[in-house]
């Protein structure tokens, strides 16, 4: 498999679009600039997304407007993100107070210096995947040989990608991945221009499936012996320091929303659409948190030390990780506990 990265660049790629990630907030906690799903009372809370709002944001949306986080005491606002790798940046300078991010960019930046710890990762199997229309007529790791391959230099799909392909018995070198930015992905796919990307597929295929009219179908890396956990909490550890209570706070709630959230989808949805600036069509928005909601556990958020370990075992051996560090050194499980 052709590709023009090297394992070191990977990392120094990922920790590069960290540091150059464009600010979502003027101030620092509390600031204004974002989405409110509903007015709410109590202390001015920011949370910063990994990406603009798309279905699996919808229990924050929720929270908000059925007072979930206000009774909480939080009066939340909530930001687009621009890439995990820039929300985690911005908790851990201050300038919001919790993110929502993926796990290997906050692995990343703590091995950087960077003062954050997850309080819990709630796609506990990972959306990791490999997207596709359905007209490619793909149905196994096997059948990528011969295909070209979409993928984004410096995210942690592109570093796990050779590791994947050899774990299911696929030549690598007879799958072409071609660099593509990730703005470009969902757009060339739908043109034709690469047969799958690599991507999150509750995210991104229903978006194509509406731009292209085309079905999508992906292989889950999950389902096939690769499982690297997904989005959760960040918050810095001035703010586990300074204000436990409202980390604990802002945890219990927000499994709370995402609970209510997933017993009522439809509502859920209506809200987000309402609420969120920039936010896809509310049929694709349906599509998104109903492909979301399979990837939690029954305890949201509570994790385990043996995914943890698995997910830094898989980046040290994809080369993002120069030094893998214990899961406690990323991981505070006092706030949504392990299970």
Known sequence: MKRTATASALLAALLTAAACAPDTSDSGSGGDGGDKAGGGKGKKVTLTLNWVPYGEHAAFYYGVEKGIYEKAGINLTIKPGHGSAGTVKQVAQGHSDFGWADTPALLAGVNEGMKVKSLGVYLQKGPSSVQFTSDQKIKTPKDL???TVGGTPGDALYATFPGWLKANKVDPD???VVNTDPAAKIANLGAGKVDAIMGFFHDQGP???DKTGKQVDYLLWADYGMNVLGNGIVASDKLLQ???KLAKAFAKATAESWEQAAANQGEAVKIMSQAATGAPPEKVLANQLKLTLPLL???????TE???QETI???KDGGM???AQEPSAYWDASYAGQG
């Open 174 to 176: 007879k799958v072409k």
């Open 297 to 303: 556990q029954d305890k949201h958020g509570a994790n």
């Open 306 to 308: 043996a995914k943890w």
């Open 242 to 244: 300074d204000d436990p």
């Open 313 to 315: 075992d898989l980046l």
């Open 207 to 209: 978006t194509v499936e």
């Open 321 to 323: 990780l120069k030094k």
């Open 145 to 147: 040989e011969g295909k």
